[in-house]
């Protein structure tokens, strides 16, 4: 449930309301900068940061919410699709198109041919960075050998998409796993 710093809980709805019109500006920041995205990790905590009002469940749970009322005031508006602009995995042609006509209407660097469309690859997984002084850097001699037995990480990974209805990560399909919407080919 979202809350003040305070400990005091604040409603859902109230929340989004509060959270929309941060992660519309976020979100025009973004695309000023032709083939910038945000991701929806990134874009949950500025809401947050900026707000403070923060919510305890995964950001998965409520970021859908959100960018729905995101797009209903694009809609409104009368402004590209600037939801396309956050990305939650899976990425594919038709949201690089629809980020493309983001990056057309606010790129202050946008090529003078007007662009391309291009698809964002997004790790699976977040690595966290590490801090290496001089002192404690191995050389080539001290380090040890990369071990030939196969790890977790090399199983292959069943594909997934985000569904343009619910914005939820779904297992790739015809349907919506959770909404049943029809999903981006």
């Known amino acids: 449930?979202?809350?003040?710093?305070?400990?005091?809980?604040?409603?859902?709805?109230?929340?989004?309301?509060?959270?929309?019109?941060?992660?519309?500006?976020?979100?025009?920041?973004?695309?000023?900068?032709?083939?910038?995205?945000?991701?929806?990790?990134?874009?949950?905590?500025?809401?947050?940061?900026?707000?403070?009002?923060?919510?305890?469940?995964?950001?998965?749970?409520?970021?859908?919410?959100?960018?729905?009322?995101?797009?209903?005031?694009?809609?409104?508006?009368?402004?590209?699709p600037l939801v396309s602009l956050c990305i939650q995995g899976f990425d594919n042609a038709p949201a690089a198109e629809r980020r493309l006509n983001c990056y057309r209407a606010y790129a202050d660097d946008l090529p003078a041919d007007g662009g391309v469309a291009q698809r964002v690859a997004r790790p699976t997984t977040q690595q966290p960075m590490r801090t290496v002084t001089r002192a404690s850097r191995a050389t080539p001699a001290s380090r040890p050998r990369a071990s030939s037995a196969p790890h977790a990480s090399d199983a292959p990974r069943a594909q997934e998409t985000t569904c343009t209805s619910c914005f939820l990560i779904v297992p790739l399909g015809a349907t919506c796993s959770s909404c049943g919407a029809p999903l981006p080919g």
Not at 15 to 34: C, D, G, H, N, V
Not at 69 to 74: A, F, N, Y
């Open 1 to 80: 449930m979202p809350h003040r710093a305070n400990g005091t809980y604040v409603s859902n709805s109230d929340a989004l309301t509060l959270w929309t019109p941060i992660a519309l500006e976020r979100l025009l920041e973004t695309a000023r900068s032709y083939h910038a995205v945000i991701t929806d990790e990134e874009l949950a905590a500025a809401v947050q940061q900026e707000s403070g009002v923060t919510h305890d469940d995964p950001v998965s749970t409520w970021i859908g919410k959100l960018l729905d009322r995101v797009e209903i005031e694009t809609k409104r508006r009368g402004e590209p």
